[in-house]
C-alpha cells in the first residue's frame, strides 16, 4: 500500500477524532457526564473509551508503550472502568489524555509502514499490520462518533462533524418540531 493510502487513513481519524472532542465543548459538566442510555453511555466516557483504543492499537500492538500506563482495563478494575469519568478526573484531564494517546498514536502512524507488523493478543488472529489496526481504528471510533453525535443532539439539539459543519440544513426548533412529528 502506498503512503497516500496511510495519509488518507490517517486524515479520517484525525477528522474523527476532532468531532468527537467537538461533542464535548460547551457542555455543562454534568451533561457531558451524564449517562444517558440504559447502558450508561456519555460523551466523557466515551472520550476515555477511545484513549484506550489508541493507546492499545498504536501502542501495545506495535511495542510501542504508551506513557503513563491507563490502568482502565487493568484486572482488578471495575467493569466498564473506561467508559466514565470519576469525579475525580476532570473534562480537561481526560480530554487531555485522549489527545497525548493521539499524539502518541500519530507518531507510530507516522513512523511505521502499512505493512509493519502488529500483535493484538485479544483477537482470534492476533498476527496484524499497522493496516489492519488503522483501519480498525477508524472504524471504532467512527462508531462512538456516531454514539458521541446522538447523546449530544439528545443534550442539546448540536449535530454536524464541527460547529461549521452540521451536515445538514439548517432549520429552526418549529421546522424540526413538524419534521419529527411527521417521522412519528
Known amino acids: 500500500m502506498s503512503?497516500?493510502?496511510?495519509?488518507?487513513?490517517h486524515r479520517y481519524l484525525a477528522n474523527t477524532r476532532?468531532?468527537?472532542?467537538?461533542?464535548?465543548?460547551?457542555?455543562?459538566?454534568y451533561d457531558v457526564r451524564r449517562p444517558l442510555t440504559r447502558t450508561g453511555t456519555n460523551l466523557l466516557g466515551l472520550v476515555k473509551h477511545l484513549s484506550i483504543g489508541e493507546a492499545w492499537y498504536f501502542g501495545r500492538v506495535f511495542d510501542r508503550p504508551f506513557e503513563p500506563h491507563l490502568p482502565w482495563w487493568d484486572d482488578g478494575e471495575p467493569e466498564g472502568a473506561d467508559l466514565w469519568a470519576t469525579a475525580s478526573e476532570s473534562r480537561e484531564e481526560v480530554i487531555g489524555t485522549y489527545r497525548a494517546a493521539i499524539a502518541h498514536a500519530d507518531e507510530t502512524i507516522r513512523s511505521l509502514d502499512l505493512d509493519?507488523?502488529?500483535?493484538?493478543?485479544?483477537?482470534?488472529?492476533?498476527?496484524?499490520?499497522?493496516?489492519?489496526a488503522l483501519v480498525h481504528v477508524?472504524?471504532?471510533?467512527?462508531?462512538?462518533a456516531g454514539h458521541a453525535d446522538i447523546l449530544r443532539e439528545q443534550l442539546d439539539?448540536?449535530?454536524?462533524?464541527?460547529?461549521?459543519?452540521?451536515?445538514?440544513?439548517p432549520h429552526d426548533d418549529q421546522w424540526w418540531a413538524d419534521y419529527r412529528a411527521q417521522v412519528e
Open 116 to 132: 509493519a507488523p502488529g500483535h493484538v493478543p485479544w483477537w482470534s488472529e492476533p498476527d496484524v499490520t499497522l493496516q489492519a
Open 3 to 9: 503512503e497516500k493510502h496511510k495519509q488518507r487513513l
Open 18 to 29: 476532532e468531532a468527537v472532542i467537538w461533542k464535548t465543548e460547551g457542555l455543562s459538566e
Open 157 to 169: 439539539g448540536a449535530t454536524g462533524v464541527r460547529a461549521d459543519n452540521l451536515n445538514q440544513e
Open 138 to 144: 477508524v472504524a471504532e471510533t467512527s462508531r462512538h
